[in-house]
């Protein structure tokens, strides 16, 4: 609470350094000519005051909890001495959540543990005020030296306005700097944890097996030492929900695009396409529930009266099968998740039909063709590149893609093209490795790191492949 009320307060000072800054700037403007507008002499000045002194803040309150435990533990009282190492944790934890008003652990404490908890309690309070006085007086001090640093500096000749923009521009670059680090830190757990799982499971094992079993064996009679470790049918159900999908939503969502952009009206289009972008702003867990709920009964009644209907016939054993159809199948996930790639790969391609020269259309009904004639053979064959781009694009959304098919599609690997099988995908079982308490030494749950890797790699060459169809698309008319 402190904190905030310190950032609050630091926040407010900065404001009117900048205000009193802007207003000195403007009386100097008055007498000659200024360098930069008053709005960047105080924004330097703000710039000045509150950045240096957020920074130091924040540095030492992220380091001052070490330090502040450190000087808990100097000198315990003898009844603390006396314990084990972990139930001295345990003991101190005790005190800091006592100190800030939260509830302490189950452990009992006699009564000079006790005696000892109340001493611990008032000197992590003492300790915590003083470190915040400390902190809070610097971080003070930095605002006020900065403030007049920069105030004295304020002159008609100085440079503001380079000053500010070199401030922002350390902004973008750290921000730049962060987006990097975290795309490595990403690609290095994935590999590090990977690495650890490629030594226990053989990399050609786990690309080309055919039997997907991540249990430790516990029993000689159980299959393997290590589990089964095959990959193969992940990667076949993830391709055919992402097959079945891509059916669904490449045809509806560039019929859609082509109606929006060279057919409807400008009404009907500022009705339909923002109706239609909706679907993107769905939850994919709401996708599930439409899947789960909706969409596998319905296909299950569907598949079911087909299969009452061939019971008894010729096709006895396909009306058998057909009967026996459940909710869950890789159908279902494939068509909602079509349904929710509609707006994707239509919004993505209205843009691209769009963005197709106007010469050619005219070009192309001044020599008598007709809309649909021009269309395809003019529209469509001109933005095919970026409309591949698109579709690539939503293929790897479709392969990320977890929430859908945990609902709709269930978790048994198989490796099958039968489209009314239960099938689950690389994501769904990367959440089913991860979830709960897992011990991160054994290969099953490493397994999740390979997992992640090969999805990685495989989304990573997908949207590549689509960027350079794009890029190559827009160097076309640029």
């Known amino acids: 609470m402190l904190t905030w009320v310190a950032l609050a307060a630091l926040a407010l000072f900065s404001g009117a350094t900048f205000v009193v800054a802007r207003r000195k700037a403007e009386g100097l403007a008055l007498a000659g000519q200024m360098h930069s507008l008053p709005g960047y002499h105080g924004a330097y ?40 190492a972990m139930n001295q944790d345990v003991f101190y934890g005790d005190a800091r959540a006592l100190a800030r008003g939260a509830p302490p652990s189950e452990m009992i404490y006699g009564p000079e543990l006790k005696v000892a908890l109340d001493q611990t309690v008032a000197k992590v309070r003492g300790v915590e005020t003083r470190s915040r006085v400390v902190i809070f007086a610097l971080s003070a001090v930095c605002a006020f030296a900065g403030c007049l640093l920069a105030y004295r500096r304020l002159s008609p000749d100085f440079r503001a306005r380079n000053r500010v923009e070199g401030w922002v521009g350390l902004l973008f670059l750290a921000c730049s700097i962060v987006a990097i680090l975290t795309t490595v830190g990403i690609v290095a757990s994935l590999v590090l944890e990977s690495w650890r799982f490629f030594q226990v499971v053989p990399a050609h094992e786990f690309l080309l097996g055919l039997r997907w079993d991540p249990q430790i ?57 923002p109706l239609l972008e909706v679907l993107a702003g769905v939850p994919t867990v709401v996708y599930g529930f439409f899947a789960a709920l909706t969409v596998g009964p319905l296909f299950r009644g569907f598949f079911n009266a087909i299969g009452a209907q061939l019971v008894g016939g010729p096709l006895d054993g396909l009306g058998q099968y057909l009967s026996q159809v459940q909710n869950q199948m ?149």
């Open 217 to 273: 064996a516990m029993r000689a009679d159980q299959v393997g030492a290590k589990g089964a470790f095959g990959a193969l049918p992940l990667f076949a159900g993830t391709f055919l929900i992402m097959l079945i999908a891509m059916a669904v939503a490449a045809p509806v969502g560039l019929f859609s695009a082509i109606y929006l952009s060279e057919y409807a009206s400008r009404r009907s289009r500022a009705i339909i396409k």
């Open 45 to 84: 000045a703000a710039i000045w005051t509150g950045v240096p002194s957020a920074l130091l803040l924040a540095l030492a309150l992220l380091f001052s909890g070490r330090f502040e435990a450190a000087v808990v533990r100097a000198d315990p009282p003898a009844a603390v001495k006396a314990l084990p």
């Open 330 to 478: 890789a159908l279902v996930a494939g068509a909602v998740m079509g349904i929710m790639l509609i707006p994707f790969v239509s919004s993505l391609s209205d843009d691209i039909i769009n963005a197709v020269p106007q010469s050619l259309r005219d070009g192309s009904l001044a020599m008598g063709a007709t809309k649909s004639e021009t269309v395809k053979k003019v529209i469509m064959p001109a933005a095919l590149p970026g409309i591949a781009g698109a579709l690539l694009l939503a293929v790897s959304r479709a392969v990320g893609e977890t929430m859908i098919v945990t609902m709709a599609a269930g978790l048994q690997a198989k490796l099958t093209a039968n489209p009314l099988d239960t099938v689950t995908t690389v994501t769904v079982q990367i959440v089913t490795l991860l979830t709960g308490d897992q011990e991160f030494d054994s290969a099953k749950t490493l397994s999740a790191f390979g997992l992640g890797l090969t999805l990685f790699v495989v989304t990573l060459i997908l949207n590549i492949i689509a960027l350079r169809i794009v890029q190559k698309y827009r160097e076309q008319y640029d």
